[in-house]
């Protein structure tokens, strides 16, 4: 499902050039739950932006579902991203003065689906997530652990072929953490890849596989 | 449907600052609107002073010398003569139509059986009737054969009747001018302005003999037709230097004989009121730019207000262009909706203000702002909110989703 070669990617601050990544190879298979780990700085955030085409990238080759994700503009970025990727913060990130429905339906605003049919399916997956009651309500008045189902909800929408999810229980107690967890394992089972960036032992060790970044490199 | 919500949203969320911004915009319109309706008022103000006299009109009278010529001390007194116009019409080309006439301020008593009043006595020529536009409401005008005649008849102003006739129809009767009997064959209507006095027309050449004028004129008017103003400037000219060479004066005294050309004052006043209305228009255009700067000047808060919210859309598959449109509606909205305003408030005031003046005899007339010019403001108003939100809505679309989530 997604495919790396030798990635590279540095920023530019000021005068000097900040080496994030320096080759990366990556193969994560069709359904595969891995985990990403790694120190801050060791630049796990920034290999989810390139997988998520939130980022480019500098040197090497990027394949996602076998098309080859390189130099796209913002128009095409933004389009594969609709179509391909469901994204899960560790800050949420809810539209604030939407409630929870219209939050879950905006992705396929984008995708100009009807404003019928996309209700429709928001409340449906309000549903799986178990916060149809909630539908109305606005992000501030819900809980951590609801927010986060109303993104997972909102990540599903699409029907993505990858979940990334970076540091998705970062800001959860640790009761609320693994249900949101037991979530994104239920979705994996569906086939869908999931991808989850984390510092947590034991979220990382409920996945397939681990990656351990450092230095901007894969070290196991 | 959605975007309309959107919008909706996000003016509710500031809406003293957009109603604020919004405030100076339709305050711009309003502005311009009001102003523009001034100036047209203005115009037709003048153009209604002018309606009385044929534009393409000269009109030459005589004065006192002020310089020494070929020996003559100045102070000398000019008196017109009937061979002046004669000479003029045969030697000056281009002339449409042409009268002499005999003034009397003061105005002589005229009377009807035991009814008697004052009015203005004026000696004129059949052509006269082209120079001061003039209707003949009942009767005819003077003729021909009156001048030639010299038949005691007049054409009295139709206020006259009222006046002195009563119920009675004047045509036919015979009427007093200062002991003198003339026979009334006409009444007209003169579309002039109400000040002016009351008048009576008789053939110039019964009025010379009447009163013992001989073949003194007071004023030779003249009409140049379709000629342009550069013509009618040197028709002008060369009725000077024949009058100079006829009456001994020279042809550089100011004082000698006064010229009015009509066409001339016409141009000078409508050149200054253009003038006056490009200026009105460059002030109210400045006034909407400050406005709209405004506008630009809160989109640009707002996208940066929004900068976590648009990154968000991003990640979710919003194209930069479907941001761009988002705060582009959004300030097209506002400055619509506001110019909107102000170009209605504008359009009241105007319609007030033209029932306060309608029926006085002022130099400000119909102020109004015709349709065009609306919709040309609305227009205007459309691309101007454009333009206000280009730059902030380009900033909202070149917002990176990485930086704009991180900032959370």
Redesign the interface.
Known sequence: MIKLENIHKSYRSGAQQLKVLTGIDLEINKGEMVAIMGSSGSGKSTLL?II?M??GYDEGNYYLDDMLIKDLN??QA??F???YIG?V?Q?F?????KNALENVA??L???NVA?KERNQRAMEYLGKVGLEPWATHLPGELSGGQKQRVAVA?ALI?NPKVILADEPTGALDSHTSQEVIDLLKEINKQGITVIVVTHENDIAAQTDRIIQLKDGQIIN | MERWGEIWTSIKKNKLRTVLTGFSIAWGIFMLVVLMGVGTGLRNGTKAQFRDEAIHSVVIRSGNTSLEYQGLRPGRKIQFRNSDLEMITSDVKGIEHATARCDNWSGFPVSYKSQASSYRILGIQPEHRFVQKTDIVSGRYINEKDETEKRKVAVLDEKIKADIFGDEDPLGKWISISGIPFQVVGLFRDEGSENQSTIVYLPLATYQVAFNQQDRISRIIFTTGDKSLKETQEMVQQCIQRLSEIHHFSPEDPRAIHVTNMFEEYERITKTLSGMQLFILLIGLMTIMAGLVGVSNIMIITVKERTHEIGIRKALGATPMSIMKLVLFESLVITSFFGYIGLLFGVVVLETASKFVQGTNAVFVNPEIDFKTAVGALVFLVIAGAVAGLVPSRRAAHIKPVDAIRMN
Do not use: H, I, T
């Not at chain 1, 990130?93 to 003065?97: A, D, K, P, S």
């Open positions: 932006n998520g939130l980022d913002e128009k933004a389009r991203r609709g179509k994204f913060f800050s990130n809810l539209v604030n003065f905006l992705p605003y984008y995708q404003r909102r699409n």
